[in-house]
């Protein structure tokens, strides 16, 4: 899995910090613990963003399926390689990931139309 230095940063830190948590029997192998120790649920994170997206801006709501979202989005128009979000985004199939993300290459087509000159405006 690839990320950048300051996701590498936070983990390392939060890692040295979980070293120091006995884990709850079966969760020992759970990189995420909650408060009781034991391993996060889908349902714990989804509760989290919902609770730190509203501090930041409470008339949207977030969820993680919209940062996923938001990532293969903004992921896409930086490279604008399809096969690379598909791959991020743990898609097995290249086509469902154009399906979601075919309004973006709308956008970029329409804008390349935009930028082709055929021949030099001319001065009156």
């Known amino acids: ?33 909650s408060i009781q120790n034991k391993r996060i649920t889908c349902r714990a994170v989804e509760k989290l963003v919902k609770k730190y997206s509203q501090l930041v801006n409470p008339l949207k709501k977030i969820t993680p399926h919209k940062l996923r979202s938001t990532f293969g989005t903004n992921l896409y128009r930086e ?16 086509n469902t990931t154009r399906k979601h993300y075919a309004a973006i290459s709308d956008d970029i087509r329409r804008s390349a139309a935009q930028k082709v000159r ?4 001319q001065k009156v």
Request: no cysteine; charged share 30%; hydrophobic share 40%.
């Open 1 to 33: 899995m690839y990320f950048n230095e300051e996701v590498s940063d936070a983990l390392q830190n939060y890692i040295l910090q979980r070293k120091r948590i006995k884990p709850l029997p079966g969760s020992e192998k759970a990189l995420f613990l």
């Open 79 to 94: 490279t604008n390689d399809i096969y690379v979000v598909a791959d991020v985004l743990g898609h097995r199939d290249v």
């Open 118 to 121: 055929f021949r030099e405006s």
